[in-house]
């Protein structure tokens, strides 16, 4: 059975930067593409990056891009996001996500979720 649990979530002041990590406790994390997807109240889920099997293959929401970094350690089956540069409309409920298909960025594409943590960028 995959479970998916988050970590690292918080408050920080515009500017910061955290880093998330999703560990898979499931015994075929190696063999999924991973992904992140962030919800504010009122929205639909919205993708955040996506990163293939080993890794090779990332990619990103422009909203996102050249400030947040996604990487994943098979060995430890955990799933990271590296976020610089924070800005108020980043703040959201940071989901993991994991599916079968090749990278995607459709919140229908991923098979299984986490429960989310709470990112909190402050004015």
């Known amino acids: 059975q995959v479970q998916l649990v988050e970590s690292g979530g918080g408050l920080v002041q515009a500017g910061g930067s955290l880093r998330l990590s999703c560990v898979d406790s499931g015994r075929a994390f190696s063999s999924y593409t991973m992904a992140w997807f962030r919800q504010t109240p009122g929205k639909e889920r919205e993708f955040v990056a996506t990163?293939?099997?080993?890794?090779?293959?990332?990619y990103y929401a422009d909203s996102v891009k050249g400030r947040f970094t996604i990487s994943r350690d098979n060995a430890k089956n955990t799933l990271y996001l590296e976020m610089n540069s924070l800005k108020p409309e980043d703040t959201a409920v940071y989901y993991c996500?994991?599916?079968?298909?090749?990278?995607?960025?459709?919140?229908?594409?991923?098979?299984?979720w986490g429960q989310g943590t709470q990112v909190t960028v402050s004015s």
């Open positions: 996500a994991q599916g079968s298909k090749p990278v995607a960025t459709t919140a229908q594409s991923y098979e299984y």
């Open positions: 990163v293939s099997w080993f890794g090779s293959t990332t």
